[in-house]
């Protein structure tokens, strides 16, 4: 099976500082890094470095094709992902000495997506093909009726987080993936607990207290590795990323959730979203020596 991921393509602006600016105050970068993020891409390469078929469908601006090589490079098929006039979306990203980051959003081509280019985008998608979307693009609600009139099976980064939209999706999708915060904001948004959403899996992640994984049949669990974290900027699209690709090859959850946090692990010790996801042979090494 496929995963088609309707994602963001952001250029991330990464300035590492000794601590968040406050309000007013003009503060000096430590350093400066530009490179490839946008939660859709992140997941995307994730995916494809947990050797997941995946397909990006995405939208970029004219100037960025170094964007393409960094997406196919890393395995991506990136023949849904169309070159428009609208300049590429961004983010300006403050990293502070614990790790910790605060992100600045700039939607940019992500937010163009009209009903034929969706319709295009999944007219070969297969029945039980995934479909993974976030909320850094616009017109989802097509995306998810044309993916349904498919028979897809559809994953739902709920990220950045709306609690009254995550709400009203839940009943469209087959999982969700929010951190331990938004799952508390989701229940009293639904007015449901979470392990009785209207959803086949519900997956929290919950940082240093690991994840779990919410299903009919039952709830799966996985501790988190100890690391020395430098980054946290896209580890939980990391993380997304290998349990999804392991789930789409029939991988039990609770190994699955297993070679996710491994994966994470590595992703925080190193500085960078897109760039600092391992790939498979990493995570296989990690879990040998972290068994």
Avoid at 154 to 159: G, H, M, T
Avoid at 200 to 208: A, I, P
Avoid at 259 to 277: E, F, M, N, P
Wanted: aromatic share 6%; charged share 20%.
């Amino acid at each position: 099976m496929s995963i088609i991921n309707f994602g963001s393509i952001n250029i991330d602006y990464v300035h590492r500082v000794p601590h968040f600016p406050q309000p007013g105050e003009t503060l000096a970068a430590i350093s400066f890094e530009k490179g490839l993020g946008g939660k859709g891409a992140n997941q995307s390469i994730a995916i494809a470095r947990a050797k997941g078929d995946i397909r990006h469908f995405g939208q970029i601006g004219q100037d960025d094709g170094w964007v393409l090589d960094i997406l196919k490079d890393a395995g991506v098929n990136i023949d849904k992902v169309a070159v428009t006039d609208t300049p590429t979306g961004h983010a300006i990203i403050y990293v502070d000495d614990h790790g910790e980051n605060n992100i600045v959003l700039n939607g940019g081509a992500n937010q163009n997506f009209t009903d034929d280019a969706i319709e295009a985008a999944l007219a070969e998608a297969n029945a039980n093909d995934w479909l993974l979307f976030q909320n850094e693009t616009n017109n989802v609600d097509h995306a998810l009726k044309t993916a349904q009139q498919r028979g897809m099976k559809i994953a739902y980064a709920a990220a950045p987080f709306d609690a009254q939209r995550a709400a009203s999706i839940i009943p469209h999708v087959d999982l969700i993936a929010v951190n331990e915060i938004e799952a508390q904001q989701l229940a009293q948004a639904s007015g449901k607990p979470i392990d009785q959403l209207e959803c086949d899996y519900v997956l929290v992640t919950k940082g240093e207290k690991g994840a779990e994984l919410r299903t009919p049949s039952g709830t799966f669990t996985s501790a988190s590795f100890k690391v020395d974290a430098i980054d946290t900027t896209g580890a939980g699209d990391t993380f997304l990323g290998f349990f999804l690709a392991e789930l789409d090859k029939g991988t039990e959850p609770e190994k699955a959730l297993k070679i996710a946090s491994a994966a994470s692990a590595i992703q925080v010790t190193r500085l960078g979203a897109a760039s600092a996801i391992p790939t498979y042979d990493e995570v296989q090494t990690f879990l040998e020596t972290h068994s």
